[in-house]
């Protein structure tokens, strides 16, 4: 998707991202996380574990849950229809395909809300899913605190509510878009999906990665279990969205984790209009698609010290400052930033 239709949508939808928004979403991925926990723990010592699966059953649920309102049951129910649909997307037509589709096939992908391009019952799928749980809410005057409950607004009134009835910077959509018009249900669909597909594959490979990192580094992972331990503690054993954001050295472990294994590996752009690269004869014309490395970004020597290897404290407060901005893009960057 480009151009007004684009900015239009992503200026009605960011406001469903924001902090305050997130914190109502904590309870009910703090309940996923629960089940998963419940799922290890009923895994027997010397049992094998495919790890990704097991973590695109978190992640599917987590999105499921708050983008689409639907307890989608992966943890007891391995062969849950959105799994299977997502493996679909995802598996069946190999992972190749699935990273070129985030990088170079994305806009195109937007454009037609990524509907037309899958197969038919997989659109399906999800558009019933979507129509039936959005009359339900209506019907029933439901609410669930979620994803979902945001877009309705959007559908009914073409901004969100405000909090409290007080006009809240964080909730207010732009000005420019205040009038455009409401989300149709085919709009609502659309997100929910484009939300899904971005949201558990990324996640899970990242966390998977992560998972292997930890494995390999003994040090970082006995740190961060106490780092873990000692937090827990001060909030009494309870996992919140408070007690999160204490994780400081989690927060470096996941940051490294994005720099060595990108679930992007580069950035897609067309310029607008045409452009002198400073410094140099380089013109880049308007219509030029431009296509930025991540991956080269982020093993490159001259920003990274032994790329290769997982070091954390890359990005400790007193470290991170060195990088420089545009070295670092695991969520891309500019108005195109990933908005989850
Ligand atoms: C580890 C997790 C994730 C990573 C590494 C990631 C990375 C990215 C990247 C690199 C982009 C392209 C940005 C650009 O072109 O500048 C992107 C776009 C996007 N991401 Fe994510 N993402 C993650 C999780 C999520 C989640 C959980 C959601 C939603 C629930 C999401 C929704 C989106 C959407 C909607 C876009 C398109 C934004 C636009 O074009 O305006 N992502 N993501």
Redesign the pocket.
Known sequence: ?EGNR?KM??AK?SPT?TTSKMKMMFPIMADVAAKLRDALLEMKGDQKVEIKDLLVRY?TD??GT??FGIECNSFKDPEADFILFGKKIFIESNIRKTINF??FV??DF?RSLGVRQLPKDVTDFFMKVIRETVSYREKEKVSRND?LDLLIQLKNNGKLNTDNGHHNKETDSLPEYENSPNLTIEQVAG?SF???L???E??S???SFCLYELACNEDVQTKLRDEIESVLQKHNGELSYEAIAELKYMDMV?SET?RKY???PA???ICTMDYKIPQTNLLLEKNTQVIIS?DGLHYDPQYYQDPHKFIPERFSDENRGKIPQFAY????????????
């Open positions: 998707m684009w949508l992503r939808l991202f992640t987590i999105i708050c983008a985030f990088t994305f806009p937007m994803f997100q484009v939300f899904f971005a949201g558990f990324t996640s490979s990242t966390l996941l994005l990108p679930s992007v950035l897609n752009r991540i893009l695991p969520f891309g960057e500019g108005p195109r930033t990933c908005v989850g």
